[in-house]
T-cell receptor, first 114, second 110 residues
Framework: EAGVAQSPRYKIIEKRQSVAFWCNPISGHATLYWYQQILGQGPKLLIQFQNNGVVDDSQLPKDRFSAERLKGVDSTLKIQPAKLEDSAVYLC????????????FGQGTRLTVV | SQQGEEDPQALSIQEGENATMNCSYKTSINNLQWYRQNSGRGLVHLILIRSNEREKHSGRLRVTLDTSKKSSSLLITASRAADTASYFCATDNYGQNFVFGPGTRLSVLP
């Protein structure tokens, strides 16, 4: 079974630039999560999708971050404009559904904002 | 908002010893899960325990859950150098509010 795919693996941008991350979850998984993990901290939930609807985006900085999950499969997370404090690893995860929440994580995208 | 808190923040033991780390949480949960993260890698699911379960085993892992104290513990027996990683607990309430704690960094010395 293929795992969660994320791209790119690494990205370096200047502050105020924009960046986009892509995630392809495990086939058939209804729930998709985006997490931000700052070095030395636990993952922080940014947004949770159930199919193509948003379940929780309470911690997503909506003035600069946006995410979508078209057709309930792939997802993109965008930051525009980026700030220095956005430097982190962005993790995508998927799980079968709301009653089976064992999450499978991708390798993450390491973003450095300079 | 952060739900789970792991304790201790860091733990260093010798190979062959047991490692115990704890997780406390604040609100009602349906599941509690433990994950491992090796340096620079994604998180790997270790074990899930439901709110109506008190103990669960998987290989060298033993997880307990005390819903009255809102706490869980993860025991790794006969530790190996390969167990060196960060360990996180995560809680959810029927898929809602799926959040992680700050983690315990475990170092297993050869």
């Amino acid at each position: 079974e293929a795992g969660v795919a994320q791209s790119p693996r690494y990205k370096i941008i200047e502050k105020r630039q924009s960046v986009a991350f892509w995630c392809n979850p495990i086939s058939g998984h209804a729930t998709l999560y985006w997490y931000q993990q700052i070095l030395g901290q636990g993952p922080k939930l940014l947004i949770q999708f159930q199919n193509n609807g948003v379940v929780d985006d309470s911690q997503l900085p909506k003035d600069r971050f946006s995410a979508e999950r078209l057709k309930g499969v792939d997802s993109t997370l965008k930051i525009q404009p980026a700030k220095l404090e956005d430097s982190a690893v962005y993790l995508c995860a998927s799980s079968p559904g709301l009653t089976n929440t064992e999450a499978f994580f991708g390798q993450g995208t390491r973003l450095t904002v300079v | 908002s952060q739900q789970g808190e792991e304790d201790p923040q860091a733990l260093s033991i010798q190979e062959g010893e047991n490692a115990t780390m704890n997780c406390s949480y604040k609100t009602s949960i349906n599941n509690l899960q433990w994950y491992r993260q090796n340096s620079g890698r994604g998180l790997v699911h270790l074990i899930l325990i439901r709110s109506n379960e008190r103990e669960k085993h998987s290989g060298r892992l033993r997880v307990t859950l005390d819903t009255s104290k809102k706490s869980s513990s993860l025991l790794i027996t006969a530790s190996r150098a390969a167990d060196t990683a960060s360990y996180f607990c995560a809680t959810d309430n029927y898929g809602q509010n799926f959040v992680f704690g700050p983690g315990t960094r475990l170092s297993v010395l050869p």
